[in-house]
Protein backbone atom coordinates (compact mmCIF):
# COMPACT_ATOMS: atom_id res chain seq x y z
CA UNK A 1 0.00 0.00 0.00
CA UNK A 2 1.12 3.58 -0.75
CA UNK A 3 -0.35 5.93 1.32
CA UNK A 4 2.40 7.97 2.31
CA UNK A 5 4.68 8.98 -0.33
CA UNK A 6 8.09 10.95 0.40
CA UNK A 7 10.22 13.71 -2.11
CA UNK A 8 13.71 14.74 -2.08
CA UNK A 9 16.94 14.00 -0.95
CA UNK A 10 20.23 14.14 -3.20
CA UNK A 11 23.69 15.26 -2.99
CA UNK A 12 25.04 18.62 -2.14
CA UNK A 13 27.82 20.55 -0.86
CA UNK A 14 28.53 21.86 2.76
CA UNK A 15 26.42 24.96 3.46
CA UNK A 16 24.10 24.17 0.91
CA UNK A 17 20.04 23.29 1.06
CA UNK A 18 17.65 20.38 0.13
CA UNK A 19 13.68 20.05 1.01
CA UNK A 20 12.17 17.30 2.02
CA UNK A 21 8.84 16.27 1.61
CA UNK A 22 6.01 13.73 2.38
CA UNK A 23 2.26 13.53 1.12
CA UNK A 24 -0.71 11.53 2.16
CA UNK A 25 -4.22 11.47 0.45
CA UNK A 26 -6.42 12.78 2.88
CA UNK A 27 -9.05 10.10 1.84
CA UNK A 28 -6.14 7.32 3.11
CA UNK A 29 -5.66 9.52 6.52
CA UNK A 30 -4.91 12.86 7.89
CA UNK A 31 -1.08 13.54 9.40
CA UNK A 32 -2.07 14.91 13.04
CA UNK A 33 1.73 14.44 13.73
CA UNK A 34 4.65 14.78 11.42
CA UNK A 35 8.13 13.43 12.36
CA UNK A 36 10.89 13.49 10.29
CA UNK A 37 13.95 10.82 11.16
CA UNK A 38 17.53 9.95 9.77
CA UNK A 39 19.77 7.25 10.28
CA UNK A 40 23.69 7.18 9.13
CA UNK A 41 25.39 3.87 8.59
CA UNK A 42 26.21 2.45 11.82
CA UNK A 43 24.24 5.07 13.97
CA UNK A 44 21.14 4.61 15.90
CA UNK A 45 17.93 6.54 14.28
CA UNK A 46 17.44 9.51 15.63
CA UNK A 47 14.45 12.03 15.75
CA UNK A 48 14.94 15.19 13.48
CA UNK A 49 12.20 16.93 13.93
CA UNK A 50 8.42 17.13 14.61
CA UNK A 51 5.40 19.27 14.34
CA UNK A 52 1.94 18.58 15.23
CA UNK A 53 -1.38 19.51 13.77
CA UNK A 54 -1.90 22.34 15.74
CA UNK A 55 1.69 23.84 14.95
CA UNK A 56 4.04 22.97 17.64
CA UNK A 57 7.13 22.29 16.74
CA UNK A 58 10.51 20.42 18.07
CA UNK A 59 13.91 19.81 17.15
CA UNK A 60 16.86 17.93 17.62
CA UNK A 61 19.51 19.98 19.42
CA UNK A 62 21.44 19.48 15.89
CA UNK A 63 19.15 20.45 14.01
CA UNK A 64 18.28 23.81 15.47
CA UNK A 65 18.78 26.99 13.58
CA UNK A 66 18.68 24.63 10.31
CA UNK A 67 16.44 22.76 10.06
CA UNK A 68 12.52 23.90 9.68
CA UNK A 69 9.63 21.49 9.89
CA UNK A 70 6.60 22.09 8.32
CA UNK A 71 2.95 20.52 8.22
CA UNK A 72 0.77 21.58 5.29
CA UNK A 73 -2.79 21.09 6.91
CA UNK A 74 -4.29 22.04 3.65
CA UNK A 75 -2.28 19.59 1.24
CA UNK A 76 -1.50 17.07 4.29
CA UNK A 77 1.87 17.56 3.27
CA UNK A 78 4.79 17.41 5.67
CA UNK A 79 8.41 19.17 4.81
CA UNK A 80 11.97 19.30 5.94
CA UNK A 81 14.04 22.35 4.77
CA UNK A 82 17.29 21.68 5.81
CA UNK A 83 20.08 24.64 5.36
CA UNK A 84 23.60 25.33 5.85
CA UNK A 85 24.25 21.30 5.98
CA UNK A 86 26.92 19.90 7.15
CA UNK A 87 28.58 16.60 6.13
CA UNK A 88 27.31 14.94 9.52
CA UNK A 89 23.69 15.23 8.08
CA UNK A 90 24.18 12.67 6.12
CA UNK A 91 22.04 9.74 6.64
CA UNK A 92 18.45 8.35 4.95
CA UNK A 93 15.80 10.96 6.03
CA UNK A 94 12.66 8.92 6.73
CA UNK A 95 8.96 10.45 7.59
CA UNK A 96 6.85 9.57 9.65
CA UNK A 97 2.71 10.21 10.25
CA UNK A 98 0.68 9.67 13.17
CA UNK A 99 -2.76 9.97 12.07
CA UNK A 100 -6.14 11.61 12.91
CA UNK A 101 -7.74 8.47 14.57
CA UNK A 102 -11.03 8.76 12.58
CA UNK A 103 -11.29 5.23 11.59
CA UNK A 104 -10.15 2.59 14.06
CA UNK A 105 -8.67 0.99 10.69
CA UNK A 106 -5.97 3.29 10.49
CA UNK A 107 -2.30 2.35 11.32
CA UNK A 108 -0.73 3.90 15.15
CA UNK A 109 1.70 5.48 12.32
CA UNK A 110 3.09 5.38 8.82
CA UNK A 111 6.48 5.50 7.94
CA UNK A 112 7.64 6.72 4.11
CA UNK A 113 9.96 4.69 2.42
CA UNK A 114 14.01 6.69 3.07
CA UNK A 115 15.40 9.23 1.15
CA UNK A 116 19.63 9.56 1.22
CA UNK A 117 21.02 12.85 1.74
CA UNK A 118 24.63 12.86 1.43
CA UNK A 119 26.59 16.34 1.75
CA UNK A 120 30.22 16.68 0.86
CA UNK A 121 32.70 18.44 -1.40
Known amino acids: RCSWWSLGGGSVQPGGSLGLSCAAS????????GRWYRQAPGKERELVAS???????NYADSAKGRFTVYLDSRKNTLYLQMNNLEPEDTAVYYC???????????????WGDGTLVTVSS
Open 26 to 33: RNAFIIDV
Open 51 to 57: ITLRGDA
Open 96 to 110: NAVPLRVDSRLAPEY
